[in-house]
């Protein structure tokens, strides 16, 4: 038989994107040697980078090759250099077009922490360790997309918007992922102030009504569930919300386990998944290799998972904790007297974690 083969779309971007993206290709490809699977590449600029190479932050054969891949792995996009171009020719416009070409409308953003790096966190250890949750957030819709938008000289404004189908669609996302977890679904909204949120409310319970009753279901205004976050993470296990909520919470979220760039994420919808760290280009880090590349390393792993590879998927996750367990990590994960090492070394560690995982059979 012959083994299954991934064309993945590399789009590394701005700032430290390529630094953490490289080590994520590393680790997939020792994963496929160990695992037994082929993989292709393909890197293309997105976001400032493309702005700088073609004048678009989005090319159109860019769109069209992840359009045509197996999966899109990418980096992160945006940069003070790009940062007084109109909104729709910013960076950022490129990765919100890239969601939309891709239908990706479920955003998954898993937050854990492992007793490794509960001492990193700036909570307690005794609020924080052992927090597993996910984050399910809304992608293409909502108050990114919601039209009318636009401003003149005297005002700005967008619409918060969401339609029944979008908001069933990414309920059932959430239940689905509840009942392979601890079974429940917390739904955040502002349904004490806005119409778009009673609507979100309302579909959010008749889907767990009508299709998945034996699941527990919780509503949280979003005020609210900040704070729960912070006080309480552990009770938490599905949230599902729409998109800027979602891009607040998760940020939030991240301060849980002590750094953003420890937090991967999964953006899924059609046949083609966009695989992306939480975190952003952080132009001050870039290019001096203090990048956090678990963000990446750990999106390439829920890369593989959707692609069926699970084997490999756990090898690089147990890599992830090895290295942590063992202190091989970046300076925002140290706490004092810590070395820190940087972004190939811990690349390389888990690469090699993972190379020896399973003996290659002929
Ligand atoms: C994220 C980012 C993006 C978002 C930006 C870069 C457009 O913050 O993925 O969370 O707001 O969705
Ligand atoms: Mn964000």
Not at 98 to 111: D, E, F, S
Not at 123 to 147: M, S
Not at 244 to 262: C, Q, R, V
Not at 306 to 331: D, F, N, S
């Amino acid at each position: 038989m012959r083994p299954p083969s991934y064309h993945i779309v590399v789009l590394p971007g701005d700032g430290i994107g390529p630094e953490v993206t490289r080590e994520a290709v590393r680790v997939l490809e020792a994963a496929a040697e160990a695992f037994g699977f082929r993989m292709t590449t393909e890197v293309h600029p997105v976001g400032g980078a493309a702005i700088d190479a073609r004048g678009d932050p989005l090319p159109a054969p860019v769109q069209q090759a992840c359009l045509q891949a197996d999966a899109v792995l990418l980096g992160a996009v945006g940069g003070p250099s790009w940062d007084h171009l109109d909104r729709a020719q910013r960076p950022e416009a490129g990765l919100l077009r890239l969601r939309k070409a891709l239908g990706a409308y479920a955003n998954l953003r898993p937050v854990q922490v492992p007793e490794a790096l509960a001492e990193a966190s700036p909570l307690k250890r005794n609020i924080v360790a052992g927090t597993d949750l996910l984050i399910v957030r809304e992608l293409t819709g909502g108050i990114y997309f919601g039209e009318p938008r636009g401003q003149d000289h005297r005002r700005a404004w967008n619409t918060m918007r969401y339609t029944r189908e979008e908001v069933a669609r990414i309920a059932r996302v959430a239940f689905t992922w509840a009942k392979r977890r601890r079974g429940r679904v917390a739904s955040v909204d502002k349904a004490n102030v806005l119409e778009v949120s009673q609507l979100w409310r309302e579909v959010v319970a008749q889907v767990h009504r009508e299709e998945f009753p034996e699941l527990e279901l919780e509503h949280y205004y979003v005020d609210n569930a900040a704070m729960q976050l912070m006080r309480d993470p552990r009770r938490f296990d599905v949230v599902v919300t729409g998109n800027l909520f979602g891009d607040i919470l998760s940020d939030l979220a991240a301060t849980l386990p002590g750094s953003l760039g420890m937090l991967p994420s999964a953006s899924i919808g059609r046949r083609v998944g966009l695989f992306e760290p939480v975190h952003g280009s952080a132009p001050d880090l870039a290019g001096q290799g203090k990048a956090n590349p678990l963000g990446a390393i750990l999106s390439a792993a829920m890369l593989l998972e959707t692609l069926g590879q699970e084997a490999a998927a756990q090898a690089i996750r147990r890599g992830v904790e090895t290295a942590l367990a063992e202190g091989v990590k970046t300076a925002d994960l140290c706490w004092a007297g810590e070395r820190p090492v940087s972004t190939e070394v811990v690349g390389q560690f888990i690469a090699n974690y993972v190379r020896q995982q399973t003996p290659v059979t002929p």
